[in-house]
């Protein structure tokens, strides 16, 4: 079965960027007909004064929405990321989109995802 998947990405590490297209390559051994938007950034929806960069890419793939969670979760693990440290995101991938519907609304609705996503159409 071919599922569709819209992921978020974002980082706020010193090399973000190099961060997010790192991820953006990645996704891209793992998605079918991908395409993502450009890295842009964001404020911290902490409010702490910090900026995220960002990304969106959407795909397909034969991967179920739990598998393709698992993928993105061991990805953002290999990268150095730690539960919990929100202060300090290396890559931060989370599936906002699996097959139309909404996994995560308040990402969805957050311009770290909406930016992304209307530029990918």
């Known amino acids: 079965m071919r599922n569709s998947f819209v992921i978020s990405i974002g980082s706020n590490v010193e090399d973000a960027d190099l961060q997010v297209e790192r991820a953006i390559s990645h996704l891209r051994a793992v998605l079918s007909d991908m395409r993502w938007s450009s890295v842009y950034r964001t404020p911290s929806v902490s409010g702490d004064g910090s900026f995220y ?4 890419a959407a795909g397909f793939s034969s991967f179920s929405s739990s598998e393709m969670e698992r993928i993105c979760k061991t990805y953002e693990a290999e990268c150095g990321r730690e539960k919990g440290d929100g202060k ?15 996994l995560r609304p308040k990402d969805a609705a957050r311009s770290y995802f909406t930016i992304g996503f209307d530029e990918i159409g």
């Open 53 to 56: 960069s960002n990304a969106v």
């Open 88 to 102: 300090h995101v290396v890559v931060d991938l989370d599936v906002i989109i699996a097959n139309s519907e909404i």
